[in-house]
């Protein structure tokens, strides 16, 4: 890969924004596994030819190649490429009118980079949970109240996501996730809506001072696309049940304790929400995500994804 690293006469890192190569120092240089947050004693400084741009402690490497470096006041965001850059510009400008998204300050169209402001967040508890899950359920009726009142909406059937789709062919691989969803199901439209995606507790930010009036911040939008209205709350179900080990958001869904809550999110477009397809609409969800062909991530994993929701909900006893 190409190195972004060179160190100064007193042995801080410098982050390169020319992209040249640099040989690693194995004494500072930071591990490149996804995720992984590095902190230096010194500031790391990020420099062009001209003036310096940043200084920050701490790194954390995307899974897309991108580069976040944090200071306690902003993030810098060093894009892997000119692609990744003008999205993450689009779904700011996009998702900032409607969710609390950290402010874009800076943007550099030549170099890929940009900087938000930093949000300053507390660690999620058990005790948070009621407050989070009640924030996300107002902010998403109130972006779906807005866009449905300016009448931007694309509807879709399931047999639209059949028909069109280039991953289609490969459903036989994925027959029960088919056998749990009413035919009838299939011929209903449905609003398509762009959503952020990857919704879960990681991409959600808890203001330090909570109050009745704070916010909850939406971060890493990089997944964000047209999806069918209800995917962003089943992905945080499944996510945290996947990733987290955490089945209570499901079990809490297959209970009815959401039931009032999403026949309101179903009232907004018109549709009713039926309680006996709780588990239909789940797996409409995996099969949305498995069907989505203009996302990033490849089809080989995400049939793997859709092989663990198989094999954790489907086929689970306790959910049978």
Excluded at 114 to 140: A, G, H, T, V
Excluded at 225 to 248: P, S, T
């Amino acid at each position: 890969m190409r190195g972004l690293f060179n160190k100064t006469e007193n042995n801080s890192p410098i982050l390169d924004s020319s992209f040249d190569t640099h040989d690693f120092d194995e004494k500072w240089s930071p591990h490149l596994e996804e995720g992984k947050l590095e902190s230096w004693q010194k500031p790391l400084e990020v420099k062009n030819d001209k003036h310096k741009l940043f200084r920050g402690k701490i790194m954390w490497f995307c899974s897309s190649g991108d580069i976040k470096v944090f200071s306690k006041s902003e993030t810098l965001i060093i894009c892997n490429n000119k692609e990744n850059y003008l999205n993450k510009v689009e779904n700011y400008e996009y998702f900032s009118r409607f969710f609390k998204t950290p402010t874009l300050i800076y943007k550099d169209d030549d170099k890929y980079q940009l900087i938000e402001k930093y949000i300053d967040f507390q660690r999620k508890s058990n005790q948070d949970i009621p407050f989070i899950l009640k924030k996300i359920y107002d902010d998403y009726t109130n972006y779906f109240s807005t866009i449905n009142r300016e009448s931007r909406l694309a509807y879709y059937t399931l047999n639209n996501l059949l028909k069109n789709s280039s991953n289609a062919i490969q459903v036989k691989h994925v027959k029960h996730v088919f056998d749990n969803i009413d035919t009838q199901l299939f011929d209903i439209e449905f609003p398509f809506i762009r959503l952020h995606g990857d919704l879960w507790t990681e991409n959600i930010l808890l203001e330090k001072e909570k109050n009745e009036s704070s916010a909850l911040w939406y971060i890493d939008w990089d997944e964000s696309g047209d999806n069918i209205f209800f995917y962003d709350f089943f992905k945080f179900m499944w996510n945290e049940l996947d990733v987290n080990g955490r089945y209570e958001y499901y079990e809490c869904y297959l209970n009815g304790e959401f039931d009032n809550h999403f026949k309101k999110v179903f009232d907004i477009f018109q549709l009713e929400f039926h309680p006996e397809f709780k588990q239909d609409y789940f797996c409409m969800f995996i099969l949305n995500f498995l069907l989505d062909d203009s996302g990033r991530m490849p089809y080989e994993l995400k049939l793997k994804e859709v092989t663990h929701f198989q094999q954790k909900i489907l086929l689970n006893d306790n959910f049978s």
